[in-house]
């Protein structure tokens, strides 16, 4: 965290923004044991203060989160039914554009360091009720956690549903809407090039998943007002201070 200049605290022992990472004044002591700290550096002032502005009044809560609190990447999480009014099929036959009828994920991930301690945060939206899902892992990569986001988005539903998952990751968002995930499979993991495809346990879980639901991905610009993706932003740097991290199994290899 040391090339940021100004690390934003929205929540902590002393919420504020701070020039210094380390120290008794420092943001660490802020966070660090902190329960539900929310913290995250930026380059500039302007953006730690916009940061701290998209989190207010967006801290998680019982009221917020009737299923429970969220739990680390490796803790059992119970499931919940999120049932769509209708069938697939139904759907897409009663409504040409069913767009306003799918269940919304918002997703984001990444590390304090790239690799480093990383964390993922999931808004879950459908039919007026809302779940939030967050985890982390003590070494792993931004790649890793967005992908993971979206992964956990999906193991939550239970039965077949139309899903909108949405993400700032373009590497996600493409890899596929664009088919590139199919073809690293369909090529033994590899690319056109003959290098491994990374993140290769990640993708198949996730093209498995694409196949039990329909799904779509829409990209959406991080950090840019979307208060569902600033809140994904939060919930997943709010792991990433963690001191109880599983490792990531699938890193690395």
Known sequence: MAKNKFYAVAQGRKPGIYTDWFGDNGAEAQVRGAAGALYKGFASRHEAEDWIKSCAGLAPSQTSMPWGPEGTAEAPQKRVRLK?????KEEAKDHPS?????IEIYSDGGCSKNPGP?????????DGKRRELSGGYARTTN??????????GLE????HCAVTVISDSQYVVNGIAKGWAKA??????????GERAENSDLWARLLVLCEKHDVRFQWVRGHNGNPENE????LAVAMTGK?????DHGYGK
């Open 231 to 234: 809140r994904c932003d939060c």
């Open 184 to 193: 690293w499979k369909k090529n033994n993991w590899k690319r056109r090039t």
């Open 84 to 88: 769509a009014k209708k069938s697939v």
């Open 98 to 102: 069913p767009q306003g009828e799918r």
């Open 243 to 247: 001191d109880d991290l599983p490792p």
């Open 156 to 159: 939550a539903l239970e039965e």
């Open 118 to 126: 990383g964390g993922y945060g999931v808004v879950i939206l459908h």
């Open 143 to 152: 790649n890793r956690m967005e992908l993971m986001g979206c992964i956990k």
